[in-house]
């Protein structure tokens, strides 16, 4: 197999796996119930959800995404949204309040500080943000909180949630190239120089970024937990198409292909 064949065929599979993945999604949110009269829970749910499909879907379509440089960025946000969900699932109603509550009082507090730097061009945006909140909720309305939307940080979230696992294994080893961390940097943006007489010090290299699509399989996973998830929440025994499946099936393939080559 040729690097453009397995472009060609990572391309095909992964255009394939997320139409299954909207038809999935479409059939999962028009089999449930919508409780009138909590219609904040759902919104919060589902937008979440969809936060984690668009994220995968950016990197559907998007093979540079798939190496060791971007996809980790990508799956940290996914797997951040995958522990909130964890988290609200424990107590809906309390939870999404609180996040929604966080969420406003981040959009209030930018709109303060853009106010006070006092800048005549900042009119519109001002405007925007404005109409933006007041959609929600009257901005004086507002409380500002400053930690985090739980008033706890992500690994006691995540341990609360029972997904500590997630949190030490994936979202910690993800976040270190979010940050740029030392031990991120080091291995893969540095070399040695090649000059014996330099004392072996180290100079910059700009990687290529390859395509492995075990990076999509991971974003996928991670999704489908995500998805499993709410399952277990809102449906007995639901069944729904199962993308996933398709993905590592035809990765597998490919694999083989490439190893036959
Ligand atoms: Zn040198």
Known sequence: ???SDYILACQKIAHV???KLEVEHFERISKSDINLTKTQNHEVIHGLLARQITLVSGMVKSLPTWNEHIAPIILRCIIDATITLKYIYLDVDKHVQQFVDFGLGQETLMLKRIKERNLAEDGEIINQIEQHINKERKHFLNII???SWNFINIRETAIKAQCKELYDFAYSQFSIAAHSSWNF???RYLEYCKNPLHKYHRVPV???LEVNYI???MAADHLKQSLSDYDKLFFDSAVFQNSFDYLVTE???IHED????
């Open 145 to 147: 909180n400053v930690g």
């Open 251 to 253: 990765f597998k393939n």
């Open 17 to 19: 796996y997320y139409e």
């Open 215 to 217: 990076f999509l399989i």
């Open 185 to 187: 940097i080091f291995p």
């Open 258 to 261: 490439v190893e036959n080559s």
């Open 206 to 208: 700009l990687p290529e």
């Open 1 to 3: 197999m040729t690097d």
